[in-house]
C-alpha cells in the first residue's frame, strides 16, 4: 500500500494553486512511488479536513488487525489473515434501480470522479468496542446526484461481493450471503455518510472492506458494508444482513443508543481499543448535533 502525500493547508489555498499543486503532487507521487505501487493505480491527492483532528486515533496496527468481516472468519483476527484472497482489481461498482442514470462504475474512474478527503470519525461496533478511524473517501451524496433518483426511491441498498471462492467465509451459513445493508435516502444523502477507499492515507487494506466500503459514524459499525459492488435504489425498506438473521436483536436504523440495549447486553458503555478504562457510549455516537434531525418525531425504541 503507498503513502499519500498531505495537502496542507487546502483550506487557505487559493483554488487554482491547490490545482497546480495538486498536478504536482501527482506527477511526484508517480515518481515517488514508481516500482512500488501493485499494478492498479494509487489514489489521488486527497485534502484534510477538521472532522476529528481533536481525537487520537487508533493506530494503523490496530485498526487493520481487529476487524469485523465474516466473509473472511468470525475471529477478529481473521480477516487479516485470510482477505488476501480477495482481488479488487478490476472492481465494478453497479449504481442501478430507481434512478434515472443507472451507472457500472469502474472502481478508478469512480475514485478519481470525487474528490477524495480525509475524516477522523469514530467507529462503534455494536458488540460494545470503538474506535477512531482516519478514513479516506467522499461523501455517498455527491453519488448520489449523479444518479438522480426518481421520486419513488426511498431507500438505498448496498450489497457485498458474493463470492465464496475469494470470500472463504460465505461457504458457511453464519449470514445469508451476500452481506446486504441499508440507508433510508435521507440518511444515505446526509453529507457524514461517506464512501471509503483509504485510511490513514493509504489504500484500504482487504480486511477493512477494500477496495471501497461505506461508512455511516453514527449508526453501529455493522452498517458499514465492505467491498461493495452494488447500490440499489428501492421503494422498500431492504432486508439487511443482521435483522435478516436474528431480527429481535439488530434493527434497521441501528443508530448508536446509550439508552437502548442489546436484548443481551448493555450499549451503555463501550470499550476503546487501547484503552483499559470503559467509556461511556453517546447518543448517536456523539453525532446528535448533526444527525438527530433525521429521527425527529421517531421512537428509537421502537425504530432500533
Ligand atoms: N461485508 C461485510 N461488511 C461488514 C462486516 C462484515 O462482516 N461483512 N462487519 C461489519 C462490522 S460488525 C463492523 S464493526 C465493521 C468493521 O469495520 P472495520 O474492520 O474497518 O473496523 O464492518 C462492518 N461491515
Ligand atoms: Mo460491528
Redesign the pocket.
Known sequence: MADLPRILPTEITPERVYERRREFLKGSLALALYGTLPAHAALPAWRKTAWGRDESPNSWEE?TT??????FGTGKDD?AKNAGSLKTRPWTVSVEGECLKPRAWDIDALVKAFPLEERIYR?R???GWS?V?PWLGFPLAGLIRQAQPTGKAKYVEFA?LHDPKQMPGQRWPVLDWP?VEGLRLDEAMHPLTMLVVGLYGKELPN???API?LVVPWK???K????IVRIRFVEKQPAT?WPRVLPREYGFYSNVNPAVDHPRWSQARERRIGEFFKRKTEMFNGYGEQVAGLYAGMDLKRYF
Open positions: 485498526i481487529y476487524n469485523n468481516f465474516y466473509e480477516p467507529l461496533c455494536v458488540e474506535m478511524i457485498t452481506y480486511q477493512n472492506g466500503r453501529y459499525g455493522f458499514s458494508a465492505k467491498s444482513a
